[in-house]
């Protein structure tokens, strides 16, 4: 098979066929907890892409390059939260010094990247697949884009609910849930892109 087309057939199965917020599941806690607003949405979104991005590049360099030569391939868990962390603590940093309003909006969200089950979910899958360190960015990165597209969506949604009737029952988290649904039913039509 060609190398690119490969890669391509990555991209489309990691960013919306196999979506990690729709269909496996992982990330939650951002995705419903940011998505009140697109922008601060899009911020989140951004700040995936990039560590997640960057974590399948080094967590696959390093799995590559250090454990799997020194035979230490059982520590890989706690080496990738390690690196998850350190790029998590940078783009904290980054946004509070540079980015201050979209810092404030991710509020507590943003720190919780680091223990985000997606970004280590990432990391693990592209060494369980046995992607090399390329296929691993590019799923890594087609990860995250599916992410932000799934939260800029339902951020979009809640931004036009809050105009809605809505019964008071279902106010709040039973219509973000219910939300999320319908819109991970809608995804699994991506499937016959397989």
């Avoid at 939260?81 to 810092?103: R, S």
């Amino acid at each position: 098979m060609n190398v690119v087309s490969q890669l391509i057939g990555i991209l489309i199965m990691s960013s919306l066929i196999n979506n990690v917020v729709l269909s496996q599941f992982l990330g939650l806690c951002p995705f419903l907890g940011v998505s009140k607003k697109v922008s601060s949405a899009a911020g989140m979104g951004g700040a995936i892409i990039f560590v997640i991005t960057l974590a399948s590049a080094v967590c696959g360099l390093l799995y590559k390059f250090i454990l799997v030569p020194l035979d230490l391939v059982y520590l890989n868990t706690i080496v990738f939260i390690l690196i998850i962390a350190m790029l998590v603590q940078f783009v904290e940093m980054f946004l509070k010094k540079f980015v201050k309003p979209l810092y404030e909006a991710l509020g507590v969200y943003l720190p919780l990247i680091k223990t985000n089950c997606a970004v280590l979910g990432v990391a693990l899958l592209n060494v369980s697949n046995e992607y090399n360190i390329l296929e691993g960015i590019v799923n890594g990165f087609a990860t995250a884009v599916g992410f932000t597209i799934s939260i800029t969506i339902l951020a979009g949604l809640r931004e036009k609910m809050e105009y809605n009737d809505i019964p008071e029952s279902w106010k709040g988290t039973p219509i973000v849930v219910i939300t999320a649904g319908l819109m991970a039913i809608a995804f699994t039509g991506f499937s016959v892109l397989r």
